[in-house]
């Protein structure tokens, strides 16, 4: 049977103070195998997006338990789950987040250099052309299309090797035939480096790629993904 990746137990969250408060996520309990695949999916303002920042250690819970490959997130001070982020999640989000006034080899390197990791530029220059930019890397953000922006985002979540790849809409800002193309490149990678990928999607199409859906409706899931017990069973084994 494949490890566990993400444990999640019994989580809430609320955010927002006094009348302006929201409870986004309510009592989650929820594990992903190492190696899968999984589409978070709801309708807006559902805690879906919440809920993946919730397992980057983006956001902290108020109660409940969060593990990452055994790792007890809301053990954790807030340095150390940065540390912990940076050596084993990578981050792709909607809008990119590059640096604009630094080149692509720069927006991939310079987040390994700040995590002392030997060799960044050569690592960043290797993960640039592993994701199609060789030609691009002296350009800086503003001289790329969007697709190559996203491109150089998913070198950067790349490039320290994580173990857990989180997506947020990764193609929300493409066009169609872009998006495709970056939805090739990430399940490519998830798969050739055999790396959990969770994403939030709007796109059916791109949830349904996944090996597994789990549904987020007013804070709490409402469908783990498994039509059974048998199947649940074949994705949770090697």
């Known amino acids: 049977m494949a490890r566990t990746m993400i444990a999640l137990k019994n989580a809430d969250l609320t955010l927002g103070q006094a009348a302006a408060s ?22 807006s303002g559902s805690g879906k997006s919440t809920l993946l920042m919730v397992l980057a250690g983006l956001e902290k819970l108020d109660s409940g338990e969060i593990f990452i490959d055994n790792t007890p997130l809301h053990g954790l001070s807030e340095d150390q789950v940065a540390a912990f982020r940076g050596r084993n999640i990578g981050i792709v989000f909607q809008s990119f987040h590059l640096i604009p006034n630094m080149t692509a080899l720069e927006n991939v390197a310079v ?7 030997p060799g960044a530029f050569d690592i960043a220059r290797r993960e640039l052309v592993s994701v199609g930019l060789g030609e691009r890397l002296s350009h800086y953000p503003g001289q790329l299309s969007g697709g190559e922006q996203q491109r150089v985002a998913i070198a950067r979540a790349l490039a320290p090797s994580p173990k857990l790849l989180i997506a947020d809409e990764p193609t929300g800002n493409l066009d169609a035939e872009t998006g495709r193309q970056i939805a090739d490149l990430i399940f490519s990678k998830q798969a050739e480096r055999d790396m959990t990928l969770v994403l939030v999607t709007h796109d059916p199409s791109l949830a349904e790629r996944c090996s597994r859906q789990i549904q987020v409706r007013s804070g709490e899931i409402v469908s783990h993904g498994y039509k059974s017990d048998d199947a649940r069973a074949e994705a949770l084994t090697a």
């Open 22 to 43: 929201v409870h986004v996520l309510k009592s989650m309990t929820l594990d992903i195998g190492a190696g899968q695949s999984v589409g978070i999916v709801g309708p």
């Open 111 to 117: 987040p390994l250099e700040l995590a002392n990791v």
